[in-house]
């Protein structure tokens, strides 16, 4: 990944959905301005969803997901629709596109429906309005809308995507939706006053990626500066060091969660302690669900299932946390032989069911509407689910303390 790169877990998700041939790949390369999506008459050409990174000024950088036809028929058309609905829980802003040629908008009714109860935020593009035929096109195009806003409840933005009419309103209307969710969640900067003074515990070993830090450490330092506070970085070995010659106590201690035994006992119990990974479960997902989820370890038997969950594929070093140390701080602690299985990227199993706990990364990877979608889902199927750095301030002897500033935590920590 470009060192200078907004991660994609951090751009917004724009996806765009619609009927095969709405004009979904030629809305894509309008807000693009060049040609990154394949344009066709053809029905299915556009198959598993693409990813598109871009800039959208003023609002900055964004994700435009392309999907497959909502229409689309047959064995592998249906597998295409799945892969399409898939998208549905990571999506933080959907483009639902509609053929100003159509009569009737079944699907769209059906997914606006889907995206309506998600809370996610939608606009109805009405497309193709420069084929529209009648007394005149605006006239034609002013019917067509009417039409739409009846059956769905929104207005649309007419436009046409092959002459570029309304592609300016489209992005300002974009734009609007996204300047709402702006600074609305932060990793830490809403934890910190200007002048303020973090202490960043980083371990540097060899799984730690030559020549740079890792992404959530990398964007706790870029928030920490946004907040116009003090980021401090030492090593674990250094951090009692470190303290000692910053001439007064920092206003946070935030450590990596293999070194929160080291980083607790050097650590004044009157400063403020916790992990990066418990800020990320804070920032992409629900931290009081998850740390309610915890206490089931305590109660797992022998044979129970055991889900990981890891947001992206990487290179396993032989002392792997998710393959290797999770599963060994699980058995030393609860004494039980446990069925382990593990699953990485995108792939997420539908029959969660099996499960009695679930444990997930850091999703560093994952924006913040797809961990929530993961946290649902786990939810809905009854299994408590819990995150690395929950889980192993947990086994390691280190709550309540790491979660103390969390009022919310606290709570679900004491009434679970």
């Given at each position: 990944?470009?060192m200078?790169?907004?991660?994609?877990?951090?751009?917004?998700?724009?996806?765009?959905?619609?009927?095969?041939n709405?004009?979904?790949s030629?809305?894509?390369?309008?807000?693009?301005?060049?040609?990154?999506?394949?344009?066709?008459?053809?029905?299915?050409?556009?198959t598993?969803?693409?990813?598109?990174?871009?800039?959208?000024?003023?609002?900055?950088?964004v994700?435009?997901?392309?999907?497959?036809?909502?229409?689309?028929?047959?064995?592998?058309?249906?597998?295409r629709?799945?892969r399409?609905?898939?998208?549905?829980?990571?999506?933080d802003l959907?483009l639902?596109?509609v053929?100003?040629?159509?009569?009737?908008?079944?699907f769209?009714?059906e997914l606006m429906?889907?995206?309506?109860?998600?809370?996610?935020?939608v606009?109805?593009?009405?497309?193709?309005?420069?084929?529209?035929?009648?007394?005149?096109a605006?006239?034609?195009?002013?019917?067509?809308?009417?039409?739409?806003a009846?059956?769905l409840?929104t207005?649309?933005?007419p436009?046409?995507a092959?002459?570029?009419?309304g592609?300016?309103?489209l992005k300002?209307?974009?734009?609007?939706?996204?300047?709402?969710?702006?600074?609305?969640?932060?990793?830490?900067?809403?934890?910190?006053?200007?002048?303020?003074?973090a202490?960043l515990?980083?371990?540097?070993d060899?799984?730690?990626?030559?020549?740079r830090?890792?992404?959530?450490?990398?964007q706790?330092?870029?928030?920490?500066?946004?907040?116009?506070a003090?980021?401090?970085?030492?090593?674990?070995?250094?951090?009692?060091?470190t303290?000692d010659?910053?001439?007064?106590?920092?206003?946070?201690?935030?450590?990596?969660?293999?070194a929160?035994?080291k980083?607790?006992?050097?650590?004044?119990?009157?400063?403020?302690?916790?992990?990066?990974?418990?800020?990320?479960?804070?920032?992409?997902?629900?931290?009081?669900?998850?740390?309610?989820g915890?206490?089931t370890?305590?109660?797992?038997r022998?044979?129970?299932?055991?889900?990981?969950?890891?947001?992206?594929?990487?290179?396993?070093?032989?002392?792997?946390?998710?393959?290797?140390?999770?599963?060994?701080?699980?058995?030393?602690?609860?004494?039980?032989?446990?069925?382990?299985?593990?699953a990485a990227?995108?792939?997420?199993p539908?029959?969660?069911?099996?499960?009695?706990l679930?444990?997930h990364c850091?999703?560093?990877?994952?924006n913040?509407?797809?961990m929530?979608?993961?946290?649902a889902?786990?939810?809905?199927?009854?299994?408590?689910?819990?995150n690395?750095?929950?889980?192993?301030?947990?086994?390691?002897?280190v709550?309540?303390r790491?979660i103390?500033?969390f009022?919310?935590?606290m709570?679900?920590?004491?009434?679970?």
């Amino acid at each position: 990944m470009n060192m200078n790169s907004t991660p994609r877990g951090e751009r917004p998700h724009i996806a765009v959905f619609g009927r095969c041939n709405a004009g979904k790949s030629s809305i894509i390369n309008a807000l693009a301005g060049q040609s990154i999506s394949i344009v066709s008459q053809v029905s299915g050409t556009t198959t598993d969803p693409v990813y598109h990174p871009m800039e959208l000024l003023p609002a900055g950088p964004v994700v435009l997901i392309d999907t497959a036809g909502l229409d689309d028929t047959g064995d592998l058309g249906a597998q295409r629709v799945r892969r399409t609905k898939s998208i549905l829980d990571r999506t933080d802003l959907a483009l639902l596109v509609v053929d100003a040629e159509s009569e009737s908008w079944e699907f769209e009714q059906e997914l606006m429906k889907t995206l309506t109860d998600k809370g996610t935020p939608v606009i109805v593009l009405l497309n193709k309005t420069d084929l529209l035929e009648g007394e005149s096109a605006g006239a034609a195009a002013i019917l067509a809308a009417a039409g739409v806003a009846a059956q769905l409840g929104t207005p649309p933005v007419p436009l046409s995507a092959s002459n570029g009419e309304g592609i300016g309103e489209l992005k300002k209307r974009m734009i609007s939706v996204l300047s709402s969710e702006e600074d609305r969640y932060r990793i830490v900067g809403d934890l910190l006053q200007p002048g303020d003074t973090a202490v960043l515990v980083i371990p540097i070993d060899k799984a730690a990626p030559k020549g740079r830090l890792i992404l959530p450490q990398q964007q706790t330092i870029r928030d920490i500066l946004e907040c116009d506070a003090s980021a401090v970085v030492t090593k674990e070995q250094e951090l009692r060091h470190t303290l000692d010659c910053l001439g007064k106590k920092p206003n946070l201690v935030i450590t990596d969660s293999q070194a929160f035994l080291k980083a607790e006992a050097d650590t004044p119990r009157d400063v403020p302690l916790t992990s990066f990974s418990i800020l990320f479960a804070r920032y992409k997902g629900d931290l009081p669900s998850l740390v309610g989820g915890v206490k089931t370890i305590a109660r797992l038997r022998d044979g129970d299932k055991v889900l990981i969950a890891e947001a992206c594929s990487h290179h396993r070093q032989s002392d792997d946390i998710g393959t290797v140390k999770i599963p060994r701080w699980l058995r030393e602690k609860t004494g039980k032989q446990l069925a382990i299985e593990h699953a990485a990227g995108h792939d997420f199993p539908a029959d969660l069911e099996q499960y009695a706990l679930i444990i997930h990364c850091g999703a560093c990877m994952l924006n913040r509407r797809a961990m929530q979608g993961r946290i649902a889902e786990a939810q809905a199927a009854g299994v408590p689910i819990v995150n690395y750095g929950v889980l192993i301030a947990y086994v390691q002897g280190v709550f309540p303390r790491a979660i103390e500033m969390f009022p919310s935590a606290m709570m679900a920590w004491e009434q679970g």
